[in-house]
């Protein structure tokens, strides 16, 4: 009995240290597996809608994000969608930070292009904007990505290439924090 009661005394010092609760980290999940491809903001007061927006039979290809208030009122919505359904971005994984500021979600080409790339964003809740994570980190692959407390990412880019037969197979694990990042608008 003893052993355990240290070990959970050990565990809660261990998550106080790193300023980390266990629930404070998540991984991203895929917008199908989500009930109306709805994620409430951790504070509950905005939801991001996942909406796929695809040609029948390939409807999670392209996809429309809305981010609403809970009453239901639109704030901003982007869509990667394509006259052909072909050129368009399906969203693949998404979370929002703790801190409920940055809504972040990766995509892929709803026509199999570059499929080495699955390029992020992320929704600003301060600016109420959506911006590209690419134009801050780089490229990267189209895997599953977690968010940490407060608002940082964890996400992989590619290595630069320096051996020609390696290709675009080589990446590192990054971490964003997405409230430090600085705009500078052209």
């Known amino acids: 009995m003893a052993g355990t009661v240290t070990g959970a ?5 261990a998550f106080a240290i790193s300023g980390i609760a266990p629930s404070q980290t998540r991984e991203a999940t895929q917008p199908q597996a989500q009930l109306g491809g709805e994620y409430p903001s951790p ?3 905005i ?3 996942v909406l ?3 040609k029948f039979g390939w409807a999670w290809a392209e996809s429309r994000i809305d981010i609403r208030v809970r009453g239901g009122r639109l704030l901003r919505s982007v869509r990667f969608s394509s006259t052909d359904n072909e050129h368009g971005e399906g969203v693949e994984h998404a979370a929002w930070t703790p801190d409920s500021q940055f809504f972040v979600f990766n995509t892929s080409s709803s026509g ?3 499929p080495w790339h699955g390029p992020a964003y992320f929704y600003a809740r301060r600016e109420n904007r959506f911006r590209s994570l690419d134009d801050y980190i ?3 692959p189209c895997l599953a990505f977690t968010v940490v ?3 940082v990412v964890r996400i992989n880019v590619y290595e630069a290439i320096k051996d020609a037969m390696r290709g675009y197979d080589a990446y590192r694990p990054v971490r964003v924090r997405l409230g430090r990042l600085r705009v500078v608008d052209q």
């Open 43 to 45: 504070d509950h007061a």
């Open 112 to 114: 199999g292009h570059t």
């Open 138 to 140: 780089g490229p990267g």
């Open 9 to 13: 005394i050990v565990f809660a010092l």
């Open 52 to 54: 796929p927006i695809g």
């Open 149 to 151: 407390a407060p608002d």
């Open 47 to 49: 939801v991001a809608r």
